[in-house]
């Protein structure tokens, strides 16, 4: 059994950046394992722009971003394996890993940062029905197909869902000579950023489609049409709103899902709300020396406060590491209320909050002008009037700890409320 | 006098910008930051974008370089700049930042790799 | 020239072509789709039923328990998986207790072991997820349920092993029959045989008609299901029925062998025999229904929906029999539910009772027959030493291509290389299971191009999903595929 002081499982930017701060912290065995042929994960496909203005200052690719870290990672002479899948993580951190080139390995690491990443959720998520043909994609697997291997995947494009995957995709598709009909999404907003509405749809004159679904698949080999529908407030199909579209391709833009199998083995409790572990200020999940961060834990939308959080699951790794033992306190609950869907961490122990703590969340419809108001136990801390909140867009909280460090504190509620 | 509302994209906050044209002159109105106040009138004078696309490569693991403009492209220009972009094969190793295209019709804007790939075969 | 010709290569016709093989017998398989299995074989509940449900006297009573008790031997001689784990037919009134009573006695008279009715409390320790409604139950230790492909997938390959040919994308257009012999027209050339085994699934009175005006007629019967996440699977531990009542036959939740939850089906008769679509409203109807067996039921878990032609004869009863019309022309029609359940005791009668009396002294037994398929390797299910050691022994096991279902590269390649191998995305799914967890292939989809592509010695262009022109890529970025 090979000992390190640190394995982190996943090599795209949260493992990369959690590796590197960990590294930087003085942490002295760092392991990155990776299951793909090379370090950078879904940022080599993300070709796109638009990464990189909150760490770097500057606008970048996908791959850009990602040979940063890689380069970083290489110079401090942080260990990694590529090709390698770990089959299963235990409580005690102990790590079977199998590669072509080692074989069957048995690891063991004072701590462990999961950063596995997310799948998409697929047709059988939204039970589609219809025919089941070939030309039914996810948008992450049609853009690796795309801009990695260099396939086209269709002609005549429709797309469901308007998360940022399947917007960037409207555009790649369009300017290797596709013809992307319209994009499609059952709520009444898009589930992407703003900016790629207007350069992604907009600029190629690709309609978006609000409420509005696909109900029928057809063709029986390769797809020949699909159906869209409006639907009602309760995005129930209208009768007699058919809308036909002649086309080959229908990618999928609806959803990420955290990919948790390795956690749940583990023994590292969920989230039913992020889908992710429930992690405290520190990216610590409840089984002791194994932190989460990036998308596993939840689904980003900006890859720069993946960095951000990876760093942060870096650094208290390496504490964790010089001192195991740790600090016992009783952790405060974060509590989403009115208006809000999730929020991470859901743990906090204010001994370890530096000043400032910070909260990710999402809320759950889009907001105009609304205030965030954070109570501590009931008792009203911090409202601040927001201009636009939309769930296709993450929001960032900063609470300063001597709001709530007193002796006793439960709960750290957060709602959106109209004032 | 003109008056246009659009969503600045030069950063993924996507401030909802008022442009208002005058005598030639135009106000910016939304932005948060001085980006935002540039972008309203690039928009409104001069609309260019960044271009992120792939080239062929021969000699690694990849069949395809990720590439985009080094500087925003005018907007009109894409199409035909992709016309170009898809002739182009380039050969392994290469290194991020390497120049593909070279002033690619005569904007002034080149190609430039965004990631290295080292050679395999 | 063939001693048999078996048109389709579902589970009936890989079956029988099987048991032909324990004689020495010349044997053509033809198939008019890429693979075997395409048809009913693939989209259906994949139970194997205990027979008390049938008449007794009916072929469909005889050949389901038969063939449930031989079920145990057959798949482990093809390494194929089934699971004995009983079931359940639930009663949700007093009222529809005679009907379980009226099963029980039926069943018992057709020779169903173990059958008893049971009370909530029993129902309870067995299900402990069921309806607070539940009043009794049929209890059928017998019941199981099996990978329904992989059978036929086994028997064509255990088939090929002892001599048998499989012709795949060979569509039967017409038939005549001249001096004793078969001619049979297809769209790969001419075959010749002494008998004719017409085992064409929906397609059986089309098949019929080409020799004789067919005596019945099989009309397409479609079944819709939804198939859960392994993550839920502990939902139940059974095959759980609802008690057929005037409101119609119910739907049935139970675990499939590879672990996910199947609920369904509903029954609609169709108008042509391709409409394997899923609908809205057989969907919502499957909903609806399965609410009474589990209040809460995971549909937010689903992974995929498909639906299943069943071939719904005009008699309603299997067609198993020499056709009075044409010598030595054989149907084996109308195999609906319970027809998997029946599947190797149809085989078995076939071959040996039909086929082999009709052939008198031509067909010798084969001494050489070997009822063993070469045992599939399943990385995920074997211990920490047999992996490393399977690993330094054969690295491309240590290559993971599917992370949902765990499988490697080498069970992929193995499926291609095997008799009967795999030649689509999803016969290599159907074969290993890669891009059959809940990322239905979303991460291993291009993997598994590649890996086909490469084994094929073809472009990936080419690799097709499933049917024959269900192309995955259509071309290169760049232009590539129109200049």
Not at chain 3, 304 to 321: H, K, M, Q, V, Y
Not at chain 3, 412 to 429: E, F, P, Q, S
Not at chain 3, 457 to 474: A, N, Q, R
Request: one cysteine or more.
């Amino acid at each position: 059994m090979k000992a390190y002081d640190l394995i982190v499982v996943g090599g795209g930017p949260a493992g990369l950046a959690a590796a590197v701060e960990a590294k930087k912290e003085g942490v002295d065995k760092v392991l990155v394992l990776e299951r793909d042929r090379e370090l950078g994960g879904i940022l080599q496909q993300c070709i796109h722009n638009g990464f990189g203005l909150h760490i770097f200052k500057e606008e970048l690719t996908g791959p850009e971003y990602a040979e940063r870290f890689i380069d970083e990672l290489k110079e401090m002479g942080i260990e990694y394996r590529l090709d390698t899948m770990v089959l299963d993580i235990s409580d005690e951190r102990i790590i079977h890993v199998i590669s072509k080139a080692e074989g069957f390995v048995t690891l063991v690491a004072k701590a462990v940062i999961l950063a596995m990443g997310c799948r998409e959720r697929t047709r059988g998520a939204l039970a589609i029905p219809g025919y089941r043909p070939a030309g039914v994609f996810t948008a992450g697997t049609a853009q690796r197909y795309l801009n990695m291997e260099g396939y086209m995947v269709g002609k005549k494009v429709l797309i469901l869902g308007s998360g940022d995957i399947g917007l960037i995709m409207a555009r790649r598709m369009t300017l290797e000579g596709a013809k992307v009909l319209g994009c499609v999404e059952l709520m009444p907003f898009s589930g992407g950023l703003t900016r790629n509405i207007v350069q992604c749809l907009d600029d190629y004159d690709i309609p978006l489609m609000l409420s509005h679904t696909v109900t029928d698949i057809q063709g029986k080999d390769r797809v020949q049409g699909v159906t869209v529908m409006k639907v009602d407030e309760n995005r129930q199909p209208i009768p007699g709103t058919e809308i036909q579209f002649d086309v080959d391709t229908l990618l999928l833009s609806v959803g990420l899902i955290p990919e948790n199998e390795l956690s749940k083995g583990a023994g590292v409790q969920l989230d039913m709300k992020t889908r992710g572990a429930i992690v405290n200020e520190s990216m610590e999940t409840s089984v002791p020396g194994i932190f989460a961060c990036g998308n596993v834990l939840h689904v980003h939308d900006l890859v720069d406060w993946v960095t951000d959080e990876s760093r942060r699951a870096g650094k208290f790794a390496a504490k964790y590491i010089a001192n195991p033992g740790g600090q016992k306190e009783e952790a405060i609950e974060t509590i989403p209320g009115q208006g809000v869907g999730y929020i991470v961490p859901q743990r906090i122990r204010p001994s370890q909050v530096d000043q400032v703590l910070e909260l990710f969340m999402r809320v759950r419809d889009i907001y105009v002008g609304q205030t965030v108001v954070i109570r501590v136990d009931g008792k009203e801390v911090q409202a601040k009037r927001r201009g636009h909140m939309a769930p296709g867009e993450m929001e960032r909280v900063k609470l300063p700890v001597s709001l709530f460090n007193g002796p006793g504190v439960k709960k750290i509620t957060v709602d959106v409320e109209s004032r | 006098m003109e008056d246009r509302k659009m969503v600045c994209i030069s950063c993924p906050i996507g401030c909802r910008l008022t442009v208002t044209e005058s005598n030639g002159e135009y106000a910016v109105e939304g932005n948060q930051c001085k980006r935002g106040e540039a972008y309203g009138i690039k928009e409104m004078t001069d609309p260019t974008r960044v271009v992120p696309t792939t080239v062929k490569i021969r000699g690694a693991r990849l069949r395809r370089l990720p590439v985009k403009t080094h500087i925003p492209l005018p907007k009109p220009l894409i199409f035909d700049a992709m016309k170009l972009i898809n002739e182009v094969e380039v050969e392994a190793p290469i290194k991020v930042g390497a120049i593909v295209i070279k002033n690619i019709l005569d904007t002034g804007v080149n190609i430039v790799a965004t990631r290295s790939m080292e050679r395999t075969e | 020239m063939y001693d048999v010709a078996i048109i389709g290569a579902g589970v009936i016709g890989t079956g029988i072509a099987r048991e032909l093989m324990r004689y020495q017998l010349k044997v053509v398989i033809l198939e008019k789709e890429n693979d075997v299995a395409d048809g009913t074989t693939k989209a259906n509940s994949a139970i194997v039923h205990a027979g008390y449900d049938a008449p007794f006297g009916s072929n469909k009573g005889r050949f389901n328990v038969e063939g449930n008790a031989m079920y145990g031997q057959v798949c482990k001689e093809l390494d194929v998986h089934f699971k004995q784990i009983g079931s359940l037919v639930l009663a949700f009134d007093e009222e529809d207790r005679p009907t379980l009573q009226e099963l029980l006695e039926n069943g018992k008279r057709l020779g169903v072991p173990g059958l008893e009715i049971i009370e909530p409390d029993r129902i309870r320790e067995i299900e402990p997820n069921v309806s607070q409604k539940v009043v009794a139950a049929l209890w059928a230790p017998t019941a199981g349920i099996v990978g329904p492909w992989e059978l036929a997938i086994s028997y064509a390959e255990n088939a090929m092993d002892n001599g048998a040919e499989l012709r795949l994308n060979t569509e039967v257009t017409g038939i005549t029959k001249k001096e004793n012999k078969f001619h049979l027209m297809t769209s790969t050339g001419e075959v010749e045989a002494r008998l004719v085994v017409n085992a064409a699934g929906i397609h059986a009175d089309d098949i019929y008609n080409m020799v004789a005006q067919s005596e019945f007629t099989i009309n397409p019967r479609r079944g819709e299901y939804f198939l859960l996440d392994n993550e839920v699977s502990d939902l139940v531990n059974t095959v759980v029925f609802q008690c057929p009542t005037k409101m119609g036959k119910g739907v049935l939740v139970s675990p499939t062998v590879d672990g996910n939850i199947i609920v369904g089906p509903n029954a609609e008769d169709v108008q042509t025999k391709d409409e394997i679509n899923t609908t809205a409203d057989g969907l919502d109807f499957i909903r609806q229904k399965a609410k009474l067996t589990i209040e809460e039921l995971p549909f937010h878990m689903n992974i995929t929906n498909f639906s299943g032609l069943r071939a719904e004869p005009s008699t309603g009863d299997f067609i198993i029999e020499e056709s009075k019309q044409v010598a030595g022309f054989i149907n084996v029609a109308g195999i609906k539910s319970p027809g998997l359940s029946s599947a190797p005791a149809i085989a078995v009668y076939v071959a040996e009772t039909i086929c082999a009396g009709i052939l008198g002294s031509h067909a010798k037994r084969n001494p050489a027959f070997n009822p063993k398929t070469r045992k599939k390797l399943r990385f995920k299910d074997l211990s920490d030493e047999k992996k490393a050691d399977l690993i330094r022994v054969e690295p491309s096991f240590a290559r993971i291509i599917c992370r949902c279902e765990t499988i490697t590269e080498g069970e992929i390649v193995d499926a291609i290389h095997r008799n009967a191998g795999a030649r689509t995305i999803n016969g290599v799914k159907r074969r290993c299971r890669p891009g059959a967890g809940r990322c239905q292939g979303g991460f291993c989809g291009p993997r598994v191009v590649e890996i086909l592509a490469r084994e094929l010695k073809i472009s990936p262009m080419e690799v097709e999903l499933e049917g024959k022109d269900s192309h995955i890529l259509v071309g290169e970025t760049k232009g590539g595929a129109d200049e």
